[in-house]
């Protein structure tokens, strides 16, 4: 570091003398050419207009290209806007099938309720049979024991106590009588209690069926739930998708109005220098045509006319020529409009002649104007030719003549000009 300061230090020393040389040679040139100096600053500031000009011309450029962007952006969300619609749609329909599996699933359960109800009704039924069965059969067993123990009324005493044959087959049919009946009762109450069993048994396959059915809608539901979700998480994407475009809408929105906004300011500065800007070439104003074209078909203002009575307020001044005839600056200036408003002014100029004045030319020949917006003119140069394009019906030049925007009769600039009324 410090080997490469000493020859910087010793450069320096250099420059500065060097600065002093320049700037001797500066004043003695500046003295030479003093008398030029108003035409260089005037160039200076046309080159400050012109600049003005270009900066509101990329202004522009740049607002039209944001609002393209806008558009593009606007197109998409658009897209997103229609995507997100037609995924709530899915989404709900998804829902509603969802809600009719759900009823499916609440019939299928009250119905599994029921048979649960039912099943258990059955098996209290069923213990009650067995209960009833289990009694019987245990009377009959003590009926038995008892005849036994009791020793002559046992099965066996009957039958060995019978006095004859007759008896014996008497006791023996009584003896089977009782055993039928036993049995009968036995039978019945057996009989009974299969029929519960069968009934519970029918009600379990019932029941087992629905609970398959039911795995099944289980199965359907969840199948269902996740197309929802699916249709959900699809619906909040696009959502997420479209607030991220609205956003950059909105960015690109702030950017045209700031565009436009700085726009407005250069264009407000222009206007401003042009007003400010003082025109020295020619003395007064000259007539824009040949003076032998004096006769007015329209005058300035609110008119009524004396024949038609029609009433109109004009906002300048209509004086007809041959088509072709040549239009002339009335003052030097700088051209602020030069266009083609093919419903109103036609082919048309707009000068600004400095200390708020501007004068307009309208309705000349297609393609005949020869100045550009921008363009400094002098007085007496010719800006086009009369013709009758926009909304005309003949061939005349409109004069215009405003003073800080505010407009006055053309006639005003011509005092030495004597009109004659052609309306
Ligand atoms: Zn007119």
Redesign the pocket.
């Known amino acids: 570091m410090k080997k490469g300061n000493t020859p910087q230090k010793k450069r320096k020393r250099v420059d500065w003398r060097r600065v002093f040389v320049c700037l001797l040679a500066l004043v003695m040139v500046l003295a030479l050419v003093l008398p030029l100096l108003s035409s260089a600053l005037l160039s200076a500031r046309a080159v400050t207009q012109d600049e003005l000009r270009s900066q509101i011309a990329s202004l522009k450029g740049a607002a039209s290209e944001a609002s393209d962007r806008k558009k593009e952006l606007q197109d998409q969300l658009k897209a997103i806007e229609s995507d997100k619609a037609k995924a709530l749609q899915r989404k709900e329909i998804l829902d509603q099938q969802l809600a009719a599996i759900d009823a499916q699933v609440a019939n299928t359960e009250s119905q599994i309720n029921t048979y649960v109800e039912l099943i258990a009704q059955e098996e209290i039924a069923l213990s009650e049979a067995q209960a009833r069965e289990q009694a019987a059969y245990e009377r009959f067993c003590q009926r038995v024991r008892s005849m036994e123990e009791a020793g002559e009324i046992s099965y066996w005493s009957v039958l060995f106590s019978a006095s004859d044959f007759s008896d014996l087959l008497d006791r023996l049919a009584m003896v089977d009588m009782i055993m039928e009946y036993d049995n009968a009762v036995v039978d019945a109450l057996v009989a009974a209690r299969q029929e519960v069993e069968e009934n519970l048994a029918a009600l379990n396959a019932s029941k087992a069926e629905l609970d398959e059915q039911k795995a099944q809608l289980d199965i359907q539901r969840s199948e269902q739930a996740s197309k929802v979700a699916e249709a959900q998480a699809l619906f909040d994407e696009l959502k997420t998708q479209a607030g991220a475009a609205e956003a950059l809408v909105e960015a690109e929105e702030a950017e045209i109005k700031r565009l436009e906004r700085e726009q407005a300011a250069k264009e407000k500065a222009l206007a401003q220098k042009i007003a400010e800007a003082n025109f020295t070439t020619g003395s007064g104003y000259a007539y824009p045509l040949p003076v032998s074209y004096t006769r007015l078909t329209?005058y300035f203002g609110p008119r009524t006319h004396p024949i038609s009575g029609k009433y109109h307020n004009?906002?300048?001044?209509?004086i007809p020529a041959p088509g072709g005839t040549p239009v002339t600056a009335v003052q030097g200036g700088i051209v602020i409009t030069s266009a083609y408003a093919p419903k109103s002014y036609g082919e048309y100029v707009v000068i600004a002649h400095g200390n708020g004045v501007t004068t307009l030319y309208?309705?000349m020949q297609r393609g005949t104007r020869t100045v550009k917006e921008g363009d400094t003119v002098s007085q007496g140069q010719v800006l086009g030719k009369v013709g009758t394009t926009g909304s005309?019906t003949g061939n005349?030049l409109?004069?215009e003549y405003k003073v800080n925007g505010v407009r006055q009769d053309p006639r005003l600039l011509f005092p030495g000009v004597t009109f004659t009324d052609g309306t």
């Not at 004009?314 to 209509?318: E, M, S, V």
């Open positions: 329209s004009h906002t300048g001044i209509d309208a309705h005309s005349h409109h004069l």
